[in-house]
């Protein structure tokens, strides 16, 4: 809400500065988001009288005007549409500077004198027509600096007022928050109003049939008004915090209620049908049409305030069509009525109108004083509209409104905020925001609570109050204790951090990807899966919660290959999610993955590199099963996968179950995602392999030697290798404590569809240093079991 | 002077002049024959030494002898500088870059977070968990945010089916936690939140947050603003100042906001800051009675406080990082330079 430094000094004679303000409502829970310069020093401009207007000799749209400031008369070539002789306009004469920078010099246009300019709001900084020039009152004297008409410089202060505090939406709010932090005194408004009219009750009966959703409404009746523009200061005003002038009437409404926060709503009386205002809840599918034309369906119960028989205005939200304020009206009712803030919200909602007044009586207005706008309003209509008004108010207020009464007590209030207040620190905070405080005992009190603050309704929302005004600041901070606490952090969090280390020093980047997923890169792969799906995402794109890493991974890999990054290694540990069904909370469970293209090794001077295969992503996986003391695992085939391709792709088993796969991305998931280079992919299933993990124990070291030997075996080359080792480890040789694969090689020197494999095993007996004997004996059992098993010949 | 005398001064001045100018290894053994040979000049000086008077023979022998042994002595010491200087340049390159492999680093988000669970954990902090998807009643109802509040609408919130949203903060946590412990309860939690933003530069419709709350007897907002300031400091340095505005959250009551002093400017304001000199991290506040209500906690034995940290925003300002696009884009080239 945008709230103006004059409009408020008009209230109170406030010596803060606009810094000052500013910080003392931002510090006090009104935080000033922006504050911005309105107006200007006006120099060399004022007003004057268009004498005479003729068409410009060499353009269409041009006029030259002769202008007086009563002093000298000027040529000035002006290209608005609604110049006219006679008329009060500004003129800014050569040597005047614009807000905007403009300086007006001596100039030719189309071959035409110019000196000076005539001008709009918009060139004055003061609103925003920018093609129509300002029309001054015929009463306007000619020759006056135009400060007499709009006043000084003026500050906007764009404040965010918190959704619980209605009362702050008007300059009189803000100024009872000045006067809580100290600033001055909110005068009780006191507003002389001539009545000179025929008595209301004469004029318009007043009758509410649905009090819970309209407690009171109150009208005022003018009749004889003149509808026409504002005057220059009403529109400046209301442009200065946002609202477009329309005409005198709803100009004088919006600016009492950005004077004193409620909403008012004029009809032209005219257009009653009976002398009455009856308001009543709306039938089922009932109908009406709001004054911007749209015939609305309304919701049952929605207030409608009628002239007895027609429906004239959507009550708190919108007028209607047919009384709208108009050139003819002369008659106005003037309304300021309390509409319930739950029955307004449902009705705007439900009709997709969400209006100033509806906003306004949405977050509650102050039932109890609707008729010191009312007489705000009305007073001014007959300043600046003539007319006269009827003496009195139709005031229909079935049920009076009953104030609430909070206890508060000095221990709840220093328990919560850990002060050291006082009852009367505590109290005289509560009686600057006008709430009537009484001592109940030594340290305690009772707040009465005035309809302007409805958010006010328990002990804890008085401290609050207390703690605002008192200032955050004033405050003690208390040093932190940690206590004796047990502290704890989840596995899967020690788990994440734990593989951000390996697999960062193993050279892969980690990545953090959105949640929030595209489903049909999954429908292409035929992903089978049970979709969380929003019911109102943003775009297609993201309409799932993704249920598997590698479709973001894919993502930033394409990504990253289009930005020329060459060789890409990167992982992320993050939550996936599938459906429980519908009722339930999806399941959601921490994957880690990782994608790998391009280089084994990085590319430079004396390293050898080759494109990463198979065997590395194999290998980071096991090592990283060393990394977190893990073993409980075996790699298996893999039967179909929507991302990998089984030929090159295994599955991370343990105790029969899956948890994990790694291998290569099949050529169809790398089409889908656009990566022309081969792409290899791991993930593991967390919760599934913290589920497994066992703990580690200590070993001792062993005491004797141990003796290697060798053994070069020439074999079929369609032999898997992991299988013969398995086998041999099957064996169960005694003393063989080890079997690693040192070299594999087909070429020259091996036959054809042959392979060498050069194995190291290692044997090691606990108790002694075995003998050349034992082991020759060991290797035979064990080539003499394996001859029987597959085709094979030692290579020497 | 003996003339023989002076013929050996004169030796020695030409002798030590020729030594400096010979630089090859034959230079020096003819030098060495010239002058200290059988038949060199030295030798040949003391051949002349009969046709010395006497008694001034002892003295010219002995000058001949010192002449000669300073010459060996010299032509020593230049044989030895040659050879050094003779020896194969060294092909040992220190200068060339050393030999890198691929290293790859935590993403800056990751990192804020396990800094955040470092500071909290060593100021006795637990870290508690609760899923994405949450119910209204953890999300909204039981943080006492009323039926018609703004923040349930479908423009502003994801929601999987009718009752079953996105969590909008990491607030039902903090719920979650109550149900299942009685006080004193002390815990942070990270996570996701989602909120239906369009994405710009300070935008992203899934983000982190941090949750805090402390329960016990007696913990006030003196300890909120403590605790705060704690970890300010830790994180942003000992520069770093802390103020709290009064705000309004539903589920706390005093609610605040809080702000550091912007670290990018110090104080004296910038862009980042909008000029203000302070930059706004997340709310904070006391438990709101009504909280306590929905987890059968008695506001008049326990009260306690709550935040929230914007994870993103801390990251952005630790970083530098003008756009948040650039968190989730995971462009390489950006990432392996934070
Ligand atoms: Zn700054």
Redesign the interface.
Known sequence: MNISYNWLKSIIPLEWSVEKLADKL????T?VEAIEEFGAEFDNIVTAQVKSVEKHPNADKLKVCEVSDGDHDYHVVCGAPNVAENQKVILAKVGAKLPKGQHIKEATIRGVQSSGMICSYAELSLGEYTDVIVVLPDETTVGKPIQELFGEKDYVFELEI????PDCLSHRGIVREIQALGGGKLPVPAIAIEETGAPIDKEVVVEILNPDDCPRYAARLIKGVEIKPSPPWLVSKLHAVGIRSINNVVDITNYVMMEYGHPLHAFDFNLFENKKVVVRGADKNEKFVTLDGLERKLPEDSVLITDGGKAVALGGIMGGLNSEVTQDTRDILLESAYFNP?RI??TA?AVKLSTESSQRF?RGADLENITVPLDAAARLIRELAGGEIATGIADCYPNEYRRISIPLTVEETN?????ELSLSEIQSILESLDLLCTKTAENSLNAEIPSFRPDLN?P??L??EV??IYG??N?????????N??????A??RF??SA?EF??????????????YNPKKLQKLEYDYKP???????SED?AI?RPHLFGSLLD?VA??LN?N?E?????EVD?I?ESAG??K??A?SLQLAGAWTGNA??Q????PTRAVDFYDIRGLIEDFFIHIGYSNYRFSALDGDAFLDSEWSLAITSDDELIGKLGKGSSKTLDVFEIKQPTWLFFIDVPKLLGKREYIRFEEPPKFPPSDRDLALVVDDSLKVGELMGFVNSLDEKYLEDIRLFDIYSGKQVPENKKSIALSLRFRHPERTLTDDEIDNAINSILNRLKSKYKLDLRE | MIPLLKKLEELRNTAFEELESLSSKADFEAFRVKYLGRKGEITSCLRELSSVEPDMRPKVGAAANELKKELTEALESRLNEADVKAKPKSKIDLT??G?????????P??RTV?DI?DIF?????????G?????DYYNFDALNTPD???ARD?NDT????DG?C?RTHTSPVQIRTMENKKP?V?IIA?G?C?R?D?PDASH???FFQVEGLYVDT?V????L???I??FARRMFGSDVKV??????FPFT?????YDFSCMICGGKGCRTCKNTGWVEISGAG?V??AVFGHVGYDPSIY?GYAFGMGVDRITMLRYRINDIRY???????V??KL
Request: charged letters at 25%; zero cysteines.
């Open positions: 931002t510090m006090s829970g935080e918190t959704p619980n505090r739950v919200r449902r909602k949405e328990r919560l905020l850990g002060t328990v804890a929302d401290i609050e703690s605002r955050f600041d405050i003690p901070e208390s040093e932190v204790l940690s206590g606490m047990d502290v704890e952090i989840p899967n969090i994440a951090k951000r697999f960062t020093v193993r050279g892969f980047d980690e990545v953090v990807n959105w949640v929030l969380v799906q929003i019911s109102n995402p943003l993201t919660l930033r990504y990253n930005r990054v060789d890409i290694k990167i992982f939550t999610f519908k009722g909370l999806p959601q090794f990085k430079g001077w004396g390293n | 060339l870059p030999r890198s492999h691929f290293l790859g680093k935590k993403h988000i990751s396990e669970i954990y060593g100021l006795g902090f637990s870290v508690a968990q899923p994405d998807v949450e119910t018609e509040h703004p479908i994801f929601y999987v089916e079953i996105l004193p002390r990270p996701r989602y239906k369009t992203a419709p899934n007696n006030t907002f003196a300890d603003k403590g605790v300031n704690v103020r709290f505005r009064p705000h309004f009551e005093p609610s605040a906001e006391m709101d009675p009260s968190l989730y884009d995971n462009d390489l080239r990432l392996t």
